[in-house]
T-cell receptor, first 114, second 113 residues
Framework: DGGITQSPKYLFRKEGQNVTLSCEQN?????MYWYRQDPGQGLRLIYY???????QKGDIAEGYSVSREKKESFPLTVTSAQKNPTAFYLC?????????????FGAGSRLTVL | GENVEQHPSTLSVQEGDSAVIKCTYS??????FPWYKQELGKRPQLIID???NVGEKKDQRIAVTLNKTAKHFSLHITETQPEDSAVYFC????????????WGAGTKLIIKP
């Protein structure tokens, strides 16, 4: 459904634990993105990757890490350094590395810190 | 950097009436303006977009207008239906920022029966 699969859909974490959110796409898109969505706010960019083995920080990268070892995969790790990690996380991809592109989103992962 | 403001944050309209959501942007170099719709519990999906060389674009009941002089663009939904209830996000992108989207805060559209 939609070509982008995020897992898990729901995740609970204790304070001090790292967690990794999975994002896989079969659209052959070059670029992939991670956004954080909080109530009443727009989408805030955490990290993005335009090509394998390369990624850039977005506006709120502190406390997060990513990797892009394969074109299809762009996992996000929420580390214990992230002060307020409870949020809805959306992964997206777009066809090319340059130019304005349509984003295809995954269904999201909701992380709750207990 | 670019900043996008979106108004209103909540909009309630009677079914069948029209709805208008407005966004303003700060950087005149912005050249691409998409609108995404996010239904409750679902992923955002593109519903319409416009580029800076066009003043208006229409797709059935949905239209987007762009005023480059005033640096604002608007989403117009006519003959609203219950399935139009959702959160709508506008965005803008700058060509010198790797085309990263800057998002508005969203508008919750409620269609009253």
């Amino acid at each position: 459904d939609g070509g982008i699969t995020q897992s898990p859909k729901y995740l609970f974490r204790k304070e001090g634990q790292n967690v990794t959110l999975s994002c896989e796409q079969n659209l052959n898109h070059d670029a992939m993105y991670w956004y954080r969505q909080d109530p009443g706010q727009g989408l805030r960019l955490i990290y993005y990757s335009q090509i394998v083995n390369d990624f850039q920080k977005g506006d709120i990268a502190e406390g997060y890490s990513v990797s892009r070892e394969k074109k299809e995969s762009f996992p996000l790790t929420v580390t214990s350094a992230q002060k307020n990690p409870t949020a809805f996380y959306l992964c997206a991809s777009s066809p090319t590395r340059t130019g304005a592109n349509v984003l295809t989103f995954g269904a999201g992962s909701r992380l709750t810190v207990l | 950097g670019e900043n996008v403001e979106q108004h209103p944050s909540t909009l309630s309209v009677q079914e069948g009436d029209s709805a208008v959501i407005k966004c303003t942007y700060s950087d005149s170099a912005s050249n691409y303006f998409p609108w995404y719709k996010q239904e409750l519990g679902k992923r955002p999906q593109l519903i319409i977009d416009i580029r800076s060389n066009v003043g208006e674009k229409k797709d059935q009941r949905i239209a987007v207008t762009l005023n480059k002089t005033a640096k604002h663009f608007s989403l117009h939904i006519t003959e609203t239906q219950p399935e139009d209830s959702a959160v709508y996000f506008c965005a803008a992108t700058l060509p010198d920022s790797n085309y990263q989207l800057i998002w508005g805060a969203g508008t919750k559209l409620i269609i009253k029966p």
